[in-house]
């Protein structure tokens, strides 16, 4: 998983609420096997529709996504954010996620930021007003501003999250920071509890 320090760039206003996982990765797309290549499928439905925003070239390789209330709700399908993700979305703004989906953001390195109603509304309208209105956003400082204006925010993230989305750690990561001691561990535990192959030897030996 890569680290994230700071994203820069557009955002992509979609400006929808309650907008749910099979809107974002219809089920159809759920037999595949792989975890890349999933960017084709993301809003395959609302796509049909020439005007939805991410058919609009301004949009295209925008790193943000803003969004509305209760964003990603529905099923726990890590598909959608696999296809957000392989569209080039590397942070989500929105007034508040639906939790599995957030806590599957985390897991991929998709930063998801909560910011009040108010906030989410202009930064939506500007960029559809200015679709190359730059924001940056800073991992350390938790901080999200509007470029070349004093507008800036600051967002709430969970400690271990964080941690975890500053040094691209993924579960596998996270496990092998402990590596020896899990090792120590099942050494200790092979002197205290011989294996089954250790003890049917020592049976025989017995017999």
Request: hydrophobic content about 40%; overall charge negative.
């Amino acid at each position: 998983m890569r680290a994230i320090n700071t994203i820069a760039g557009n955002a992509i206003p979609l400006n929808r609420a309650d907008v749910d996982t099979d809107q974002i990765m219809p089920k159809q797309f759920l037999k595949r096997i792989e975890r890349s290549g999933y960017g084709p499928f993301a809003f395959f439905d609302w796509r049909r529709d020439e005007s939805f925003v991410l058919n609009d070239q301004a949009y295209v390789g925008a790193p943000i996504m803003l969004a509305q209330q209760n964003f990603g709700c529905g099923s726990s399908r890590e598909h959608a954010v696999w296809g957000l993700e392989d569209i080039g979305v590397q942070a989500i703004l929105a007034p508040s996620f639906a939790d599995i989906f957030r806590n599957n953001c985390s897991k991929v390195g998709l930063l998801t930021i909560v910011l009040a109603q108010e906030d989410i509304d202009y930064l939506m309208s500007r960029s559809e007003e200015l679709p190359d209105s730059q924001l940056k956003i800073d991992l350390k400082s938790q901080t999200v501003t509007v470029a070349g204006s004093e507008w800036q925010r600051t967002f709430e993230i969970d400690p271990f999250i964080k941690n975890r989305l500053l040094n691209g750690l993924d579960d596998i990561g996270i496990t092998m920071e402990h590596e020896q001691d899990i090792s120590d561990f099942e050494e200790a535990r092979t002197r205290m509890k011989p294996s089954t192959a250790d003890a049917f030897e020592d049976t025989l030996k017995m017999a």
